[in-house]
């Protein structure tokens, strides 16, 4: 009896085993999935890209060390998290810096948890997740991946640029495109450097303006 047990025991095991794989979650969806997107298009509607399995530029804030998971999968206890700006927008923009998004955690356990201990402020990644929840108006985000990006927005290019704006209200249009000559001095990704030239060209274009209309005027002191 013994030995026709064990028999039947070898016999069912394939089965089992087949049955066990099958029950396993699914892997991360491989590169070829994802759909590359901002964090602009998932925070204007994260139900729409509920479940999907995303590409993102990011420029990271900081660590969240406190929040409220609700009824998420996202405790404390197995996650950590952190707040990013949206790379396509600027942070020399306030409105910008003061809405960072404030939803994306990284495994515990996992390697990206020193990635995410050991990132500095302004740092920019190629962030690879999956929009696992849509709550509070938010995407919430399990990042799988964290890829460095060269160049960054700043303390120095968020000075300059603050700076050259002021110069501009106050017509001083010498002293505003030097402090852009400044901010354009930081290692800045490309988009950022072409936003610097576009205000950079609409200074001079409001300078040549000013001086058509108030022929010898000095700028302003």
Known sequence: MATVLVLLWALSLPAALAQQQRARPSPVPIAG?????????????PGRWLGESVRVALQFRGRVED????????????????EAWP?????????????????LFVRREGRLAGVRERARRYARFEAHAL???????EPW??????????????????????RARQCVLERQWTLAL??????????????????????????????????RENPGREEER
Do not use: C
Request: overall charge negative; aromatic content about 10%.
């Open 33 to 45: 999935a994802e759909r590359e997107a901002t964090l602009l298009e998932l925070r204007a509607n």
């Open 67 to 82: 929040w409220n998971p609700y009824l998420s999968r996202f405790g404390p206890l197995d996650w950590m998290a952190f």
């Open 87 to 103: 790379d396509e927008v600027f942070t020399w923009d306030p409105e910008v810096f003061e809405n960072p998004a404030p939803r």
């Open 131 to 137: 929009v696992r929840e849509a709550f509070l108006g």
């Open 141 to 162: 985000l399990e990042i799988v991946e964290l890829v460095p990006l060269e160049g960054e927005v700043g303390e120095g290019a968020i000075l300059h640029v603050g």
């Open 178 to 211: 030097e402090q852009y000559e400044r901010a354009k001095s930081a290692p800045l990704p490309p988009q950022a450097l072409a936003a610097i030239e576009k205000e950079m060209l609409e200074t001079r274009e409001a300078e040549e303006l000013d001086e």
